[in-house]
């Protein structure tokens, strides 16, 4: 079993659209997260969330906005895609407490905006 | 905002040949991690180093992390061409709550 999950594995689209990415984990983990890899391979933390709070990085465009359903899934909903955004996303979890946390990432959405 | 800077970024060697990724960070991590990554796939832990001056390791693989909690270092002996990769450092924040990630290190191994 896929311990997290994302879903689609690869997503192309034209500019302007709105589109999302799920991610669901089965791993009972507290703390989810999404990453956007760039195309040096450069992983750049977007938000980190649990039940408790939601940690936006800053550089992250308004236009990214993560949705929880639940524990299990968060989702990144992207409005009115750019070229730029054009990347692999990455959706992690992890457990909370103690300072050896682990995270397990998903396979990746490959975004291509055109 | 803390920053992990890696190198170096690229290191194509033989196979049998040892080989050294640097991890430094003006800033102190509560622990800090090394995750690798092979193409299509999401990076993979391999280890966390908690305790300044801790060395780790991992079959081939040794990890340091620095007295300062600030740096880390990846050292593998005889390299084989199955160590191909991504290695990716990450630094834990003191809050437990974000993992900063180094800007990697592509390694080519070849036979």
């Known amino acids: 079993d896929t311990a997290v999950s994302q879903t689609p594995k690869y997503l192309v689209t034209q500019m302007g659209n709105d589109k999302s990415i799920k991610c669901e984990q089965n791993?009972?983990?507290?703390?989810m997260y999404w990453y956007k890899q760039d195309s040096k391979k450069f992983l750049k933390i977007m938000f980190s969330?649990?039940?408790?709070?939601?940690?936006i990085n800053e550089t992250v465009p308004n236009r990214f906005s993560p949705k929880s359903p639940d524990k299990a899934h968060l989702n990144l909903h992207i409005n009115s895609l750019e070229l730029g955004d054009s990347a692999v996303y990455f959706c992690?979890?992890?457990?909370?407490?103690?300072?050896?946390?682990?995270?397990?990432f998903g396979q990746g959405t490959r975004l291509t905006v055109v | 905002t803390q920053l992990l800077e890696q190198s170096p970024q690229f290191l194509s060697i033989q196979e049998g040949e040892n080989l050294t990724v640097y991890c430094n960070s003006s800033?102190?991590?509560?622990?800090l991690q090394w995750y690798r990554q092979e193409p299509g796939e999401g990076p993979v832990l391999l280890v966390t180093v908690v305790t300044g001056g801790e060395v780790k390791k991992l079959k081939r693989l040794t990890f340091q992390f620095g007295d300062a909690r600030k740096d880390s270092s990846l050292h593998i002996t005889a390299a084989q061409p199955g160590d191909t990769g991504l290695y990716l450092c990450a630094g834990v924040n003191n809050a437990g709550n974000m993992l900063t990630f180094g800007g990697g290190t592509r390694l080519m191994v070849k036979p």
């Open positions: 800033s102190v991590f509560s622990s």
């Open positions: 969330y649990n039940n408790k709070e939601l940690i």
């Open positions: 791993l009972g983990h507290d703390t």
């Open positions: 992690a979890s992890s457990q909370d407490g103690g300072r050896g946390r682990k995270a397990f």
